[in-house]
């Protein structure tokens, strides 16, 4: 939980209209967005193979930084729209 808050510090350094309470939000899905896709975003020799094997599967292969950016740029967008309502 000191990580989570620390990163929701940092958060809300960057997102100040956030707030305290959607930051530390944010960070704690940032954590476990991290944590889905890193798994994901490591492909196996196996799955390399696959990959070079059929260009179609080569296209769903996920870039880590890429899809945590994508998905936080999607939740600090619902966060802020949900809160100027």
Known sequence: M???AALSRLMLGCVGELGEHD???LAGAAVMVA???WPNAQPSAAMLAAYQ???EL?????DFT???REVLEVLISGLLA????
């Open 53 to 55: 094997a059929d260009p």
């Open 35 to 37: 944590g889905a896709v």
């Open 82 to 85: 949900r809160s100027s309502r």
């Open 23 to 25: 930051s530390f939000r």
């Open 2 to 4: 000191a990580n989570v």
């Open 58 to 62: 080569g296209s769903m292969r996920l």
């Open 66 to 68: 890429a899809t945590v």
